[in-house]
Nanobody
Framework: QVQLAESGGGLVQAGDSLTLSCAAS????????VGWFRQAPGKEREFVGL???????IFSDAAKGRFTIYRDNAKNTVYLQMGSLKPEDTAVYYC?????????????????WGQGTQVTVSS
């Protein structure tokens, strides 16, 4: 049974960088799709990026060019590296896993979810 736990959130200033961790247990993290989502107060959950078990990566328009995703298989952890942060990046960030899809941008297609980590970017 897959369990995911995000960490690394915090308060940063605009222009700063921050790396979030998604620690997985129960199954090797390179055997399923991992996606990152975020949700700001009063807004819908938003796709940020994904990394498939085959190595495919996809990013949202907002994340493209600023965010990257990489895996450390030895630590069974997936990282979301964020740069040039903006106040509009402020949200709770979630990692999610899917064992049924190669790639999907839809949150409803993901089976496993962490509890989220807060990222706040000040002006």
């Amino acid at each position: 049974q897959v369990q995911l736990a995000e960490s690394g959130g915090g308060l940063v200033q605009a222009g700063d960088s921050l790396t979030l961790s998604c620690a997985a247990s129960g199954r090797a993290v390179d055997t399923y799709l991992v996606g990152w989502f975020r949700q700001a107060p009063g807004k819908e959950r938003e796709f940020v990026g994904l990394s498939s078990s085959a190595g495919t990566t996809i990013f949202s328009d907002a994340a493209k060019g600023r965010f990257t995703i990489y895996r450390d298989n030895a630590k069974n952890t997936v990282y979301l590296q964020m740069g040039s942060l903006k106040p509009e990046d402020t949200a709770v960030y979630y990692c999610a896993g899917s064992s049924s899809w190669e790639t999907t941008l839809y949150a409803r297609h993901y089976d496993y979810w962490g509890q989220g980590t807060q990222v706040t970017v000040s002006s």
